[in-house]
């Protein structure tokens, strides 16, 4: 069979996952380009993250008004969200309303996951098989399993034999728990951790939180919708879209050209203390550029930040444990704080420093540590976080040219072009995958970006005639290194994080997201279209030079 060539399939494309990413990629296909699509999701419905996401507290730590699909005009205009940051119900039923309003369910395969997707290199097709044990074939392979969806648990010495409720902030029960009148104990404080706290802290008898890395938390200031703001913002929501896309982060947020450095003490403070007030991200992506450059400007924001902590938390030797001492502020995804430290204030919680005291041994009863002290509990909560970027994909058997699993080429970190495809799996797209800007913006700028990207490829290729598309690897190796060389110039390589893969034993420390900043990042993919997909190569002709190199 000829290059160029495919043989018949049961789908144009088959998508993996329902939450936003999935489900303007299946409009795109199905409704933009007139392709036939299958989606394959795990869930009983639409949601993706939001679907398992159901923890108390659980919120976007995006606005409401940007945290939504630009490309249904109308809704834009018709939807009404309740506060400042959508919780997951609300989330979900907007998620829910897009589908059923565009007809997407009906090409949805719920409770259905995919354990497999090879490449066939004669017949230039996909061949996708689910856990059920059907299979499939599909010229294009499409990722949209989403950055954070591997949820990573610990593996603690006796952790199956805790006799009471366990729970995972991302397996939430959907018919929720309650906690009232229970011992209750959280291993882990990150984002969701942060949320869940203040919430179960009002609900159980005791509550203990075990922190191996405090985070800097800055407030969420959360209110309802203001009727008045919503719109306003509905009569501009043209230019809102303009700007969140050729922005830094997919939000109306600006880093200062001044740096923390360039101001006096008190001009600093009153600063950063508007910012401390107005509450979001803008203390971190709307303030001063040099914080992320240099440990001397980013100190002054963390003293700042310290003091902060110390006024709000009235023990002060819970305060110090509550102050990060290990690394910068702003290279770990900064979680939004609705009444998080104030807990701590409550006399049914307490903080305990797993890092200089690890946990040893999940028990009978509950959490030892290695000073032999012991914790009794009713429920143990793992707030744990997740295998983030690359476990996802890593989850699936993925083989590429000549049966290469592309969780061994990237056993040393990922390898893209863009982010978007990796040389080797032709047509095998990943919607903001490793080495996008997907963790470091706001997601749905940067998904609807790559799914317009990615249709776009689509077309194209219908109109040259090609079978498949690829990078080669120059290109490939040029964007590894040129994601890294990002990275190591600022502080971001300076802290163990998700970021860097350190919060999964083994991981290797490789920076994952891209520091382009969403609107140069999208100039750049522009360009590479424009001048005839550079970096790219139609119908084998990589592999084809590979092998006579």
Known sequence: MAGNETSTVDFDAVVVGAGFSGLYMLKSLRDFLGLSARVYESGTGVGGTWYWNRYPGAKSDSDSYIYCFSFDKELLQEWTWSEKYPGHKEIRAYLEHVAERHDLNRDIEFETSVASATFDEDANVWTVETDKGDSVTARFFISAVGALSSSNTPKFEGIDSFRGET????????????????????????????????????????????????????????????????????????????????????????????????????????ELMERWEDGGFRIWLGSYVDIFFTDEANAKVREFLHERIRETVDDPETAEKLIPKDHPFGVKRNPLDTGYYEAFNRENVSLVDVKSNPVARITESGVRLEDGSEYEFDALVYATGFDAMTG???????????????????????????GLMSAGYPNLFTITGPQSPSVLSNMPVSIEQHVEFITRIVRDMGERGAATIEPTREAEDAWVEENQALAEATLFTSADTWYMGANIPGKPRVFMPNLSFVGPYRKRCDTVADNDYEGFAFDGAASREGATA
Not at 401 to 409: A, D, Q, S, T, V
Request: with cysteine; hydrophobic share 35%; net charge negative.
């Open 392 to 418: 996802p994909l890593n989850k699936i058997d993925i083989r590429g040219r000549n049966g290469e699993l592309l969780r061994e080429k990237w056993e040393m970190g990922p390898r893209t072009y863009l």
């Open 167 to 270: 729970y995972h902030t991302g397996h939430w029960p959907h018919e929720g728990v309650d906690f009232t009148g229970k011992r209750v104990g959280i291993i882990g404080t990150g984002a969701s951790a942060v949320q869940a706290i203040p919430i179960i802290a009002e609900e159980a008898d005791e509550l203990t939180v075990f922190q191996r890395t405090a985070n800097y938390i800055v407030p969420a200031r959360n209110t309802p919708a203001d009727p008045e703001e919503t719109a306003a913002r509905k009569a501009d929501y043209e230019a809102i879209w303009e700007r969140l896309r050729e922005s830094n982060f997919g939000f109306e947020l600006y880093l200062e050209e001044k740096g923390a450095l360039d101001c006096s003490d008190e001009e600093r403070e009153r």
